[in-house]
């Protein structure tokens, strides 16, 4: 069935340094792809998605392009902030634009230091 | 509300008791889903509705678990027998159509003891 999977944390960084947290996925038809982050406290928040091939997602300086060749969806974000401590999930909907049953890797927990 | 809520936060139940947990969408939302996240996993899904119906309850584990939505609104996850394997956080979620994004809610951390 339709999976996801994406590096396992904790992820350490220092304020200002570069971020990938990878994420690939295993899906049959055309799925959208989504990013959330949990910060402390909070629910869960969607932080960019890509419905198709090629799109890229992009919010609060995070980035992440569909790439269905070698099926992942990467986040990356140049100069990560003390404010971007959360866990990160990957996800897919197996629908084309949609919300609908999503499937979310097990998370990524970021530590960024000052 | 602003958001969507999600009652009690805690809760704590002995294996073989019977629990609700509450969940408040946000106005207007028709698609509501639920979802259950275990220690160190991330969210699977579990039953989604469109209105007052259950579209799909293919992820609900077995007969034990039953969710209902009678006004369209507030919907009710219900767990009956419960065993310690059922000690989770569960997460509901509305969006105002299926194809829109999902707001989810801060979560029901059950404890089966």
């Known amino acids: 069935g339709d999976s996801v999977t994406q590096m396992e944390g904790p992820v350490t960084l220092s304020e200002e340094a570069f971020l990938t947290i990878n994420c690939t996925y295993t899906?049959?038809?055309?799925?959208?792809l989504f990013w959330y982050v949990q910060y402390p406290g909070e629910g869960l928040q969607l932080l960019l998605k890509?419905?198709?091939?090629?799109d890229k997602g992009s919010n609060k300086g995070f980035e992440a392009t569909y790439r269905k060749e070698t099926t992942s969806f990467h986040l990356e974000k140049g100069s990560v902030q003390v404010s971007d401590s959360a866990v990160y999930f990957c996800?897919?909907?197996?629908?084309?634009?949609?919300?609908?049953?999503?499937?979310f890797g097990s998370g990524t927990r970021l530590l960024v230091r000052p | 509300g602003a958001g969507v809520s999600q009652t009690p936060s805690n809760k704590v139940t002995e294996k073989g008791k019977y629990v609700e947990l509450r969940c408040d969408p946000i106005?207007?939302?028709?698609?509501l889903y639920w979802y259950r996240q275990s220690l160190g996993q991330g969210p699977e899904f579990l039953i989604y509705?469109?209105?007052?119906?259950?579209?799909?309850d293919s992820g609900l584990p077995n007969d034990r678990f039953f969710a209902v939505r009678p006004e369209g609104s507030v919907s009710t996850l219900k767990i009956q027998r419960t065993e310690r394997g059922d000690s989770a956080v569960y997460l509901c979620?509305?969006?105002?159509?299926?194809?829109?994004?999902?707001?989810f809610g801060q979560g029901t951390r059950l404890t089966v003891v």
């Open positions: 979620a509305s969006s105002i159509e299926v194809n829109t994004e999902a707001f």
């Open positions: 509705f469109q209105g007052t119906g259950a579209a799909d």
């Open positions: 899906a049959t038809g055309y799925p959208s």
């Open positions: 106005s207007g939302h028709t698609a």
């Open positions: 890509a419905t198709k091939a090629d």
């Open positions: 996800a897919l909907s197996p629908a084309p634009d949609s919300s609908y049953k999503l499937i």
